[in-house]
């Protein structure tokens, strides 16, 4: 990823841009504009976003089955509140983020924080959770994806949710998309567990006020013992 002590000296300090300067500072916007219309089209295809009240059923306590006394737990988690990822030492704080008025998936409003997107599921339940993140800061802040890069196959990340739990998924695969491309497979419905981490790296593109490319990051949910995937 394109950090701020990797950039030319020459493009840094008080000769970098005012605008340069606002667009990395925004980096994620543009990660989240570029794939903005296929976030809308999958989770809203009525033109109006779902409430958050409509994953509701999912809070249901298991209830008692006619020919068993007690059912089998299934997997149900709450909103979630930190992302831990040792591998790279970050604990952040997770914001709820919905969409802006372009359509497009918003970013988180500080550099420290990941943002959720609302209205898909939650991670740990069934679909595509996604998480954007900040990197790249040109003043020399961290951010919290900053390292996201430094990841591999089998890594283990965590959600903590609002009710305690910690929730434990593997990365699967990582994926770099062109900042224009489509991505639709970060957003796509599935009865699997996912959780896809986005964030911005490549080259600045000075022209276009943004980083050429897109890093994914696809993870998939550990099923904790004891516990049904149905």
Not at 83 to 91: E, N, Q, R, T, Y
């Amino acid at each position: 990823m394109t950090r701020h002590d990797e950039v030319p000296k020459t493009e840094q300090g008080a000769r970098l841009s005012a605008s340069r300067r606002a667009a990395v500072l925004v980096c994620v916007v543009g990660a989240a504009a570029a794939i903005g219309v296929g976030v809308y089209l999958l989770t809203a295809p009525d033109g109006v976003p779902p409430s958050p009240a409509a994953s509701a059923a999912e809070l249901t306590d298991p209830v008692e089955s006619p020919t068993t006394q007690v059912a089998v737990p299934k997997i149900t988690y709450g909103l979630p509140v930190r992302l831990v990822i040792p591998k790279i030492g970050l604990d952040a704080a997770v914001e709820k983020v919905g969409l802006t008025s372009r359509r497009d998936m918003a970013s988180p409003s500080r550099p420290e924080t990941v943002g959720w997107y609302k209205y898909g599921p939650r991670p740990g339940n069934k679909g595509s959770a996604v998480i954007d993140g900040h990197s790249g800061y040109a003043d020399g802040r961290e951010a919290a994806f900053d390292d996201l890069p430094k990841l591999k196959v089998g890594d283990k990340l965590y959600v903590k949710d609002a009710r305690g739990k910690r929730i434990t998924f593997i990365v699967r695969k990582m994926k770099l998309y062109a900042r224009n491309a489509s991505a639709k497979g970060v957003f796509a419905s599935t009865k699997a567990r996912r959780l896809n981490l986005i964030t911005c790296t490549g080259s600045f593109d000075e022209a276009a006020g943004t980083h050429s490319k897109r890093l994914v990051v696809f993870a998939e949910h550990q099923v904790p013992k004891g516990l049904t995937d149905e």
